[in-house]
Nanobody, 112 residues
Framework: QVQFVESGGGLVQPGGSLRLSCAAS????????MAWYRQAPGKQREWVAT???????SYKDSVKGRFTISRDNAKNTMYLQMNSLKPEDTAVYYC??????WGQGTQVTVSS
């Protein structure tokens, strides 16, 4: 199994930006699908974005045009660039790939 460690969260004002990182415990080159999820207080965990190894990406409608998912196989790391953040983006963000467990997540709080 691969363990993931998420980082990069924090407190940001509406309209601000953050870049989340997801560091893997081993090479991710052979992992076809990697994704970001989030869980807001009192809500179920939801899918945010997916990146497959051939570069194809997909996004939840509410983050399209604002978030960009990417991966660097050489660094065993996946990223989520988040721009134009809104209060409703406040959540704990997790990275995941099929067959592997959940990490601890990283808290993102968007508030003035």
């Amino acid at each position: 199994q691969v363990q993931f460690v998420e980082s990069g969260g924090g407190l940001v004002q509406p309209g601000g930006s953050l870049r989340l990182s997801c560091a893997a415990s081993r090479s991710i080159a052979s992992i076809y699908t990697m994704a970001w999820y989030r869980q807001a207080p009192g809500k179920q965990r939801e899918w945010v974005a997916t990146c497959v190894s051939d570069g194809i990406t997909s996004y939840k409608d509410s983050v399209k045009g604002r978030f960009t998912i990417s991966r660097d196989n050489a660094k065993n790391t996946m990223y989520l660039q988040m721009n134009s953040l809104k209060p409703e983006d406040t959540a704990v963000y997790y990275c995941k790939s099929p067959g592997n467990g959940w990490g601890q997540g990283t808290q993102v709080t968007v508030s003035s």
